[in-house]
């Protein structure tokens, strides 16, 4: 491809993406990942583009195989796992959702986004128990507003089991 090597063209590609052109870097990461059809780093910008367009059904399969593959960074898998399973919630995929942000969650555990998303998915199969156990904890734990903080402890101890009214 014009002599360049892989890294270069990825990181225009991600320019291209970055600067509101994605439907070019979707262009050259198409072409990208036909001549590197098992790099993960490759496929997981192409299913990011992908998502970026609103084309979620065609970035399934480049997120699967970014997961699949070797070569992400830790925050590119964090990102994959969470692209993936987000992805799968929107296409109403919703037990893989669950198992790829339950996933996510246990391999990035201080990752509020996975976690949220995670509830999300658990609330579309009607699991709203642990849903909303979660995102209680979350809330418990990261928010900054003073009557949150509080009452951190009693939310805790709620999430733990909300039909407890003592």
């Excluded at 970055?18 to 990461?29: D, K, M, Y």
């Excluded at 009693?154 to 009214?165: H, K």
Aim: hydrophobic share 40%.
């Amino acid at each position: 491809m014009n002599g360049h090597t892989r890294d270069e063209l990825l990181a225009e590609a991600i320019r291209l993406r970055r600067q509101g052109n994605p439907e070019e870097a979707r262009r050259r990461l198409l072409d990208l990942a036909a001549e590197h059809p098992g790099d993960a780093e490759v496929a997981y910008q192409t299913a990011w583009v992908h998502d970026v367009l609103g084309l979620e059904a065609e970035a399934v399969p480049f997120y699967e195989c970014s997961l699949t593959g070797s070569g992400l960074s830790e925050e590119d898998r964090r990102g994959a796992l969470l692209g993936l399973g987000s992805t799968y919630r929107i296409l109403g995929r919703y037990t893989q959702a669950v198992d790829t942000l339950r996933q996510g969650a246990a391999e990035f555990p201080d990752d509020g986004a996975l976690q949220t998303f995670l509830a999300m998915a658990l609330f579309n199969t009607d699991q709203h128990h642990e849903a909303m156990q979660i995102l209680l904890k979350l809330v418990a734990t990261t928010s900054e507003d003073p009557y949150v903080r509080q009452y951190r402890r009693a939310i805790e101890t709620y999430a733990q089991d909300l039909n407890d009214t003592v």
